[in-house]
């Protein structure tokens, strides 16, 4: 047995974080904060910064510009995900979730904006809830599923 010093250490206390499966939906909240944290961030300097007058095209480009770290992430680091000759259905899968995700992402910003008649932030910052808990279910029970056997190996 490895001493308690040895237990304790945070280099232990990441590597139990990082593969244990129950602790799934904290990595995955973790990883989308990041995620979130630069998403808003591009839009904020797309639109404040460089002047763009379209919140919503700001959002959309944003999202496309972060879905790419996103889906390493989630692969690599939320999910888990086993690269065992599925990868190529992974991305496939990942890439109409993309799609339907940045769709709703501009429409969440649209509705804000005009339906509501809020700044973009509102919307943006609205993207921090409703992004999340659509990317998380589809993720998880479609783009990065696994069977129980693969999963056992």
Same mark, same amino acid.
């Given at each position: 047995?490895? /001493?308690?010093?040895?237990?304790? +250490? /945070?280099?232990?206390?990441?590597?139990?974080?990082?593969?244990?499966?129950?602790?799934?939906? $904290?990595? =995955? $909240?973790?990883? !989308?904060?990041?995620? +979130?944290? #630069?998403?808003?961030?591009?839009?904020?300097?797309?639109?404040? !910064?460089? !002047?763009?007058?379209? /919140?919503? %095209?700001?959002?959309? *480009? &944003?999202?496309? @510009?972060? *879905? /790419?770290? &996103? =889906?390493?992430?989630?692969?690599?680091?939320?999910?888990?995900?086993?690269?065992?000759? #599925?990868?190529? $259905?992974?991305?496939?899968?990942?890439?109409? +979730?993309?799609?339907?995700?940045?769709? @709703?992402?501009?429409?969440?910003?649209?509705?804000?904006?005009? %339906?509501?008649?809020?700044? =973009?932030?509102? #919307?943006?910052?609205?993207?921090?809830?409703? @992004?999340?808990?659509? +990317? =998380?279910?589809?993720?998880?029970?479609?783009?990065?599923?696994? &069977?129980?056997?693969?999963?056992?190996?």
């Amino acid at each position: 047995m490895p /001493p308690l010093k040895q237990l304790l +250490s /945070p280099r232990l206390a990441w590597a139990l974080f990082r593969r244990h499966p129950q602790l799934k939906l $904290a990595r =995955y $909240a973790l990883a !989308g904060a990041a995620v +979130s944290a #630069g998403y808003t961030a591009t839009v904020v300097l797309l639109v404040d !910064g460089l !002047g763009w007058m379209n /919140p919503e %095209l700001a959002s959309a *480009t &944003s999202f496309a @510009l972060w *879905t /790419p770290i &996103s =889906y390493w992430v989630h692969r690599d680091f939320t999910f888990l995900y086993a690269v065992t000759g #599925g990868q190529a $259905a992974a991305i496939v899968k990942f890439v109409i +979730s993309f799609l339907f995700r940045l769709a @709703l992402a501009a429409y969440t910003v649209h509705l804000a904006t005009t %339906l509501f008649g809020s700044p =973009y932030l509102v #919307g943006v910052l609205a993207n921090w809830i409703v @992004l999340p808990l659509v +990317s =998380y279910l589809v993720l998880d029970l479609w783009v990065f599923r696994t &069977s129980r056997a693969e999963a056992a190996a």
